[in-house]
């Protein structure tokens, strides 16, 4: 059965792209618009791993981790977050919200493999 990842993003061409990738790499791909939409998909369905965008209206990337650190998921997705050269200073605060991995903006399917790779997924 394919992994399901859902790719969170307030840019719709950046959820495009990813899903287009995700989906030569095999994965299932669902979309949330910001931190609450994939809180509330995450609490319905857990994916496998979630793509999080960092600076997003509603419920930003760093409230969402905390938000879903708090849920009682039996098991967690594993999240790789996305961040730009100028959000690097973000990462430590991330990883230490839960997130268990990241990739720079704009990646391409070569680097997002190899994130997923570290996470366990692909
Ligand atoms: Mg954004």
Same mark, same amino acid.
């Given at each position: 059965? /394919?992994?399901?990842?859902?790719?969170?993003?307030?840019?719709?061409? *950046?959820?495009?792209?990813?899903?287009? @990738?995700?989906?030569?790499?095999?994965?299932?791909?669902?979309?949330?618009?910001?931190?609450?939409?994939?809180?509330?998909?995450?609490?319905?369905?857990?994916?496998?791993?979630?793509?999080? &965008?960092?600076?997003?209206?509603?419920? /930003?990337?760093?409230?969402?981790?905390?938000?879903?650190?708090? /849920?009682?998921?039996?098991?967690?997705?594993?999240?790789?977050?996305?961040?730009?050269?100028?959000?690097?200073?973000? @990462?430590?605060?991330? *990883?230490?919200?839960?997130? &268990?991995?990241?990739?720079?903006?704009?990646?391409?399917?070569?680097?997002?493999? /190899?994130?997923?790779? @570290?996470?366990?997924?692909?």
């Amino acid at each position: 059965m /394919s992994k399901k990842c859902l790719v969170v993003d307030d840019s719709k061409v *950046i959820r495009k792209v990813a899903r287009h @990738i995700l989906e030569t790499l095999d994965f299932t791909v669902d979309e949330a618009v910001d931190g609450r939409d994939a809180l509330d998909q995450c609490l319905q369905t857990p994916p496998d791993v979630v793509l999080l &965008d960092w600076n997003m209206p509603v419920m /930003s990337g760093m409230e969402f981790l905390r938000a879903l650190r708090q /849920s009682d998921l039996p098991v967690r997705p594993k999240v790789v977050f996305c961040t730009t050269e100028n959000g690097m200073g973000h @990462i430590r605060a991330a *990883i230490e919200a839960g997130a &268990d991995e990241y990739v720079m903006k704009p990646f391409d399917r070569e680097t997002l493999e /190899s994130k997923l790779q @570290i996470v366990g997924l692909a």
